[in-house]
């Protein structure tokens, strides 16, 4: 501990460096979260899913309608 503090009461290098480092890779991870939050498209996953869920009635009504003309 008396490595870290000196009489005065100041940090060390060390300490201060470490912090500082700290507050650049935290600052540049904040950076690329928010580009790629903005570039993200926010429709693209709901547009997915009315895809798929089209695809799959069309299946199921095509299906259903086979059943239905075999037991007929």
Not at 8 to 37: C, D, H, K, P, W
Not at 47 to 58: E, G, S, V
């Amino acid at each position: 501990m008396s490595k870290i503090l000196s009489k005065r009461g100041q940090i060390s290098m060390e300490l201060g460096i470490l912090i500082f480092a700290t507050i650049i890779v935290s600052a540049i991870a904040v950076y690329y979260y928010i580009t790629n939050y903005l570039n993200s498209n926010p429709d693209a996953p709901g547009k997915a899913a009315n895809k798929t869920i089209d695809t799959l009635n069309n299946i199921s009504e095509k299906y259903s309608n086979s059943i239905g003309s075999i037991t007929l």
